[in-house]
């Protein structure tokens, strides 16, 4: 069975300091890939996509960046993050383009 | 496009039933419904596609109208497990973007 798994749960970093998540999905071949952010209140906006190594689109433009280094490894990334960056981050996967996601667990990061 | 639900907070017993509606200014390829409970990821209950389907999820049911671009979600016999968020996403023409709604909240009480 296909599992996603997402990591940290919880993070809290200052302002100014780098990011990474990871996520990583289990059981499936060339799934196509999301991540999204839920601030506190608001709804799952859409941060990045890929549907394959390498082919990253974004929807925001922002100081975060995605890469696709596996098949089935998804990065978030940033340099330097902002107060505005908390949220809670979710992974997600879809089969094909027009598919259901399906949601990893999400992290929740407070920039302080 | 962002869709837009309504309405933003719904509290019912255990029991009653309750409809919560996903609005769109734009023509849909589809409408997902997910729910989310608090501090946890969204889990996907159903999808509709264009035709005006509905769909059922245990006595959670959904109907797509295209010519509203609206789709309501119906929850029956509500029990108190149905309480969460739910959030509708819609897409257009297939082109892999889900635009979610910020979610319908639904609290079920004894």
């Known amino acids: 069975s296909q599992t996603i798994h997402q990591w940290p749960a919880t993070l809290v970093q200052p302002v100014g300091s780098p990011l990474s998540l990871e996520c990583t999905v289990e059981g499936t071949s060339n799934p196509n890939l999301y991540w999204y952010r839920q601030a506190a209140g608001r709804g799952l906006q859409l941060l990045f996509y890929?549907?394959?190594?390498?082919?990253i689109s974004s929807e925001v433009p922002q100081n975060l960046s995605a890469s696709r280094p596996q098949d089935r490894q998804f990065i978030l990334s940033s340099k330097k993050l902002l107060l505005s960056d908390s949220g809670f981050y979710l992974c997600?996967?879809?089969?094909?383009?027009?598919?259901?996601?399906?949601f990893g667990s999400g992290t929740q990061l407070s920039v302080l | 496009q962002q869709p837009v639900q309504s309405p933003q907070a719904v509290i019912l017993r255990e029991g009653e039933d309750a409809v919560i509606n996903c609005s769109s200014s734009k023509a849909l390829y589809s409408v997902h419904w997910y729910r989310q409970k608090h501090g946890e990821a969204p889990v996907f209950l159903m999808i509709?596609?264009?035709?005006?389907e509905q769909k059922g999820h245990e006595k959670i049911s959904a109907s797509f109208n295209e010519k509203k671009q609206q789709s309501s979600l119906y929850l029956t016999a509500s029990q108190l497990s149905y309480s969460g968020t739910y959030f509708c996403g819609t897409e257009q023409g297939g082109n892999n973007r889900l635009a979610f709604g910020k979610g319908n909240q639904v609290v079920v009480i004894p």
């Open positions: 890929s549907v394959g190594i390498g082919q």
């Open positions: 509709l596609l264009k035709g005006g």
């Open positions: 997600a996967w879809s089969v094909w383009t027009n598919g259901h996601r399906i």
